[in-house]
């Protein structure tokens, strides 16, 4: 019983490089969501997914794209890599509107 | 758009005593809220949610938490807690027919031996 898995855990990146955080869930949910947070800051949402072939955008997606080809995949793309990009990547989804929102267990990203 | 505003960053409590964590919103339409609890190094879990019905929701690891329309706000309490509980916990509001769920800043709950 997976739930939601992101890879990688951990990524050291330098300044203006390029990453794919990957995300996938095996609960057949339609709704998926990238999140990241910061100290203090609470989680916000970079892009959202109500299904496959449909995204769109959240408070705070400059610098990143997504993609989701499939019910089950959700990449997140960052380009051009810059220290505010430092962060913990969250993805996370769910069946519908009322339902529980399911969380992967993050992804640690440092931009030097 | 909705908003969630959590006031309180840290709340410390002595073990076994009540806590009660403090969550307002704003929204010009019904709304949907939920209680989410982050332990160290891991991803968020739902403790409870309120859709529509009863004002009082009960959820796990015996939180509960009211519904106030009138004061909006959704305030999450334990009669007794323990130091399991030391968590950070999040409150977030959606509106029905909006796919997005938006997230207070969190308060970090420290249980006092």
């Known amino acids: 019983n997976a739930g939601v898995t992101q890879t990688p855990k951990f990524r050291i990146l330098k300044i203006g490089q390029s990453m794919t955080l990957q995300c996938t869930q095996d609960m057949n949910h339609n709704y998926m969501y990238w999140y990241r947070q910061d100290p203090g800051m609470g989680l916000k949402l970079i892009y959202y997914?109500?299904?496959?072939?449909?995204?769109d955008k959240g408070e705070v997606p400059n610098g990143y794209n997504v993609s989701r080809s499939t019910t089950e995949d959700f990449p997140l793309r960052l380009e051009l890599a810059a220290p505010s990009q430092t962060s913990v990547y969250f993805c996370a989804s769910r069946m519908d509107k009322t339902g529980e929102l399911f969380f992967g267990e993050g992804s640690r990203l440092t931009v030097l | 758009a909705q908003s969630v505003t959590q006031l309180d960053s840290q709340v410390p409590v002595f073990e076994e005593a009540p806590v009660e964590l403090r969550c307002n919103y704003s929204s010009s339409v019904s709304v949907y809220l939920f209680w989410y609890v982050q332990y160290p190094n891991q991803g968020l879990q739902l403790l409870l949610k309120?859709?529509?019905?009863?004002?009082l929701v009960k959820g796990i690891n015996g939180f509960e938490a009211e519904f106030n329309k009138s004061q909006t706000s959704f305030h999450l309490r334990k009669p007794s807690v323990h130091i399991s509980d030391t968590a950070e916990y999040f409150c977030a509001v959606s509106g029905p027919g909006n796919e997005k769920l938006t997230f207070g800043t969190g308060t970090r709950l420290t249980i006092i031996p």
């Open positions: 309120y859709l529509s019905g009863s004002t």
């Open positions: 997914s109500v299904g496959a072939g449909i995204t």
